[in-house]
Antibody, heavy 118, light 103 residues
């Protein structure tokens, strides 16, 4: 079965850090670009970051650049998002998604909730 | 950065209705626009990419069109399972979303 499964979400205090993971199965992860997308409660979708197949290229939304770092381990079929200096406005469900092309994220995980609150 | 304006923000429709949702880009783009459907508590689902290419498994009542700056998602005959929120995506920018509700 083709799937992505996120983990690592939870409650964190403002200024804290969290690392999200995304485990891939059922497709060739090592030949897939990957994205992180988030959705704040009751809000729309926000693209956060993209990483290339090899991991040599990464891109970020302005809202998270310099605070979040995307990475991957093709040997473990896993994608990661290291989140530092977290703010209340980072509270959201975080999704990982496979990048078929720039406008086509064809496989999505179920999402993991990150809550930033004191 | 390219700005995306999606309209309407919500609409009310009945089963069998033809529904049209529009995304307008702030500058001319290639046909690199996708459409997504999201139901409450679920991950988004890819419907259409490259402006008009139907993703595998998506019913043919969904179609995409447009060029330049204006792009449209059309549902030719709304079905009960189509009540959801729809988003366009271009170059890492999602539209604001259109909620399709029961009339």
């Amino acid at each position: 079965e083709v799937q992505l499964v996120e983990s690592g979400g939870g409650l964190v205090q403002p200024g804290g850090s969290l690392r999200l993971s995304c485990a891939a199965s059922g497709f060739t992860f090592s030949t897939s670009g990957m994205n992180w997308v988030r959705q704040a409660p009751g809000k729309g979708l926000e693209w956060l970051s993209y990483i290339s197949i090899s991991g040599s290229s990464a891109y970020y939304a302005d809202s998270v650049r310099d605070r979040f770092t995307i990475s991957r381990d093709n040997a473990k079929n896993s994608l990661y998002l290291q989140m530092n200096s977290l703010r209340a406005e980072d509270t959201a469900v975080y999704y990982c998604a496979r990048d078929l092309r720039a406008d086509a994220y064809d496989i999505w995980g179920q999402g993991t909730l990150v809550t930033v609150s004191s | 950065a390219i700005q995306m304006t999606q309209s309407p923000s919500s609409l009310s429709a009945s089963v069998g209705d033809r529904v049209t949702i529009t995304c307008r880009a702030s500058q001319e783009i290639r046909n690199d626009l996708g459409w997504y459907q999201q139901k409450p508590g679920k991950a988004p689902k890819l419907l259409i990419y490259a402006e008009s290419t139907l993703q595998s498994g998506v019913p043919s009542r969904f179609s995409g069109s447009g060029s330049g700056t204006d792009f449209t998602l059309t549902i030719s005959s709304l079905q009960p399972e189509d009540f959801a929120t729809y988003y366009c995506l271009l170059s890492g920018t999602f539209g604001q979303g259109t909620r399709v509700e029961v009339k």
